[in-house]
């Protein structure tokens, strides 16, 4: 997250004279963010803890060393709506909060696409292990 923030300012202050509209400073403030982070994320997708432990096991008990890079193949599947919540949430560990800010939409629908993330994986690695 300081990642992301640092280079969000960096840019705003690159950029803050082509600011119309002091109003707007605060929504132009957010996409910068917001930007800044779906940036990072395309960057950063070859990470290779996706998910905590917990997580993992929850998923369908995977076997750390072999599910990993099963586990990463069904992220990189999943809509990119959800990657991106999985990715924000376990990897940048940020709060629903923080996502919610950074993508613009409400905490209910980062928990609804984190949910459906996190169920979709789940059937996923269980079908696999069948």
Not at 48 to 59: A, F, V
Request: proline residues 2%; aromatic residues 6%; hydrophobic residues 40%.
């Amino acid at each position: 997250m300081h990642r992301v923030t640092q280079n969000a300012w960096l840019k705003v202050a690159r950029s803050l004279m082509r600011l119309e509209d002091p109003r707007a400073f605060k929504s132009w403030l957010y996409q910068a963010v917001r930007w800044q982070t779906l940036d990072l994320l395309k960057k950063s997708q070859h990470e290779q803890s996706w998910l905590c432990n917990n997580d993992i096991e929850q998923i369908g008990h995977v076997e750390r060393n072999s599910g990993n890079d099963e586990l990463k193949q069904h992220i990189e599947q999943l809509a990119e709506i959800d990657k991106q919540a999985i990715h924000l949430f376990y990897l940048e560990d940020m709060s629903i909060q923080e996502i919610s800010i950074v993508l613009a939409i409400p905490t209910g629908t980062v928990k609804s696409r984190l949910n459906r993330a996190r169920q979709t994986l789940k059937q996923k690695l269980t079908n696999v292990q069948e």
